[in-house]
Each structure stands twice: as C-alpha cells, then as structure tokens.
C-alpha cells in the first residue's frame, strides 16, 4: 500500500497569512503513460461531507476559490491558501488513488491563531 | 444540482448485519464508478471499496473483506453497501462518492454520511 505522510498536523495561522500543508507519498504517484500525478486534496468540516479542491495534483475544481492552489509531482506534493479566510478552518487530507488501495494522508488540522 | 443522499445507518450489535443506500440525483449513476469511505471517530478518512458502472466489478479494503459487499441498482440510480460479520472496529461514518475517472479517481461529490455504531 502506498503510505501518504502530511506535515504538520495541526497548524495556527492568522487571517490573511499564507499555509502551506504538505504530503509525501511512500511511492511515486505519477503516471508515466499520461503524465498525469494520481493525488487529491479535500477539505473535511465537522458533520459535513469532505469537499474535493485539487485533482492531478493541481486541477483545481470549478467553484473552489482560487486561493487555493495544489503543486508537485512524484512524491512531493504542496495545497496551499495564499489568503486564509474564517471559513478555511478545516481538516486537509491528500489522497492518491494511483493504486488500490487508495489512501489518505492522516489529514492536517487548520485553525486561526 | 448532482446528490448523493444515504440512509440506513444505526446502532448494531457486534456480529450483526446493517446495509447502507445511497441514492443518487442529478446524474445518472450507470455512468460512473462509485466508492465508499468511512471515518471512525477522531480518525482520517479510510477507503472502504468500489465498484464499477455495471456493477460486474468490486473491490474492498483488507479490513472488510469477506464481510461487506457493494452492489448497485442502476435502474433506482442506488448504490448499496451491505455490512456483515460487524465488529466494533467499524464503528463510523460512511461516505457514498462519486468516482468521474473510473477505477482510479479523485472523488467529485460525496453523500452527506451515514453514521454505523456496532455496541452492545
């Protein structure tokens, strides 16, 4: 099984500043044969759904605020909020489904400092 | 506006059986691969299994294995998650989603949860 490992778990940020969460596969993720990385990132509020933001790595979905960003390849990967905003708080988890099965990272906490 | 909306989640006794529905709308559910995922409490998200459009194919996680099937009934437009065998290590909130890109895909839309609690 491919291992997904986030850094940091938990982080504080005041409005405005930038965060950056990043996720590191145990295994490439990226498709040779499309050239396509096989990662997603959501966003999980309490007693809600998760919500797609990022697919192939830096797709971002329509309606997603473009303050949110994915980058990265291989291993490597990087979601990012350029301006966090109240509503951000939030878990992030990475996900590939390169190969089955599909695994999340552990996921990264986001709160206001 | 595509939905996902589940139902049949409950309290179970260790070794008892639940099965979880999750009809679509918006979107005709034969065209697409759909999956389940499930939360235990204070945990991550974990992928439980899959199936694809005509429901011919399925696969599932180690832990549930042998004990939990999917299935579809594409002419409801519902998905179906049938658990056997539970134990109180399955103890969540399971997700139905939609899969866009076949047997290996990002989730696009997610039904609201159904919360499965095996107690006695």
Not at chain 1, 18 to 47: E, M
Not at chain 1, 65 to 73: A, V
Not at chain 2, 20 to 47: E, N
Request: charged share 15%; proline share 4%.
């Amino acid at each position: 099984d491919i291992v997904m490992t986030q850094s940091p778990d938990s982080l504080a940020v005041s409005l405005g500043e930038r965060t950056t969460i990043n996720c590191k596969s145990s295994q490439s993720v990226l498709s040779s044969s499309d050239n396509k990385n096989f990662l997603a990132w959501y966003q999980h509020k309490p007693g809600q759904p998760p919500r797609l933001l990022i697919y192939w790595a830096s797709a971002r979905l329509s309606g997603v605020p473009d303050r949110f960003s994915g980058s990265g390849s291989g291993t490597d990967f990087t979601l990012s909020i350029s301006s966090l905003q109240a509503e951000d708080v939030a878990v992030y988890y990475c996900q590939q489904y390169y190969s089955t099965p599909q695994t999340f990272g552990q996921g990264t906490k986001v709160e206001i400092k | 506006e595509v939905q996902l909306v589940e139902s049949g989640g409950g309290l179970v006794q260790p070794g008892g059986s639940l099965r979880l529905s999750c009809v679509a709308s918006g979107f005709i559910l034969s065209t697409d691969w759909m999956y389940w995922v499930r939360q235990a409490p204070g945990k991550g998200l974990v992928w439980v299994s899959r199936i694809n459009t005509d429901g011919s194919s399925t696969t599932y996680a180690d832990s549930v294995k042998g004990r939990f099937t999917t299935s579809r009934d594409n002419a409801k437009n519902a998905l179906f998650l049938q658990m056997n065998s539970l134990r109180a290590e399955d103890t969540g909130v399971y997700y139905c989603a939609r899969g866009p890109y076949g047997s290996r895909s990002y989730y696009d839309y997610w039904g609201q949860g159904s919360l499965v609690t095996v107690s006695s």
